[in-house]
């Protein structure tokens, strides 16, 4: 497994995609991942609720970092998402696992739930471990 810590640290200080959408990794563990996200109209589509690419992105964060948590560098392969209720209050969080694994993907699931504990969508990830990448 990577430094939990190491991990979470380098997805929350990147300058990439989590950090320019306000998504900030809050606790890893092996194989497993959350992530929280402040909602605000520059997160809102036009109907006021919490964009889809913005719950996409968050599950995607969270299923990249929880099979990264095994010690390999991933990309998604595939993912299927199931927007079930607006995504609205003051926080997203979104919580993920490994559920299988090989020598060369990883399955995911995760769920973002709202400030009252409602399931917002749900989703699946196929994440490949990247050649190189070992032991990162």
Known sequence: MVDAQWLKDRVNRQEGFPLHNGITVTEVGEGHCTCVADLAPDKYNPHGIAHGGLLFAMCDTVAGTAATSLGRGVVTRSADIHFLRPGTGRRLT???????????????????????????????????????????
């Open 94 to 136: 979104a919580e993920g696992r490994v559920t299988d694994h090989g020598r060369s993907h990883a399955f995911c699931t995760v769920e973002v739930h709202n400030d009252d504990g409602a399931l917002v969508c749900s989703s699946t990830f196929e994440m490949v471990f990247l050649e190189g990448e070992e032991n990162i």
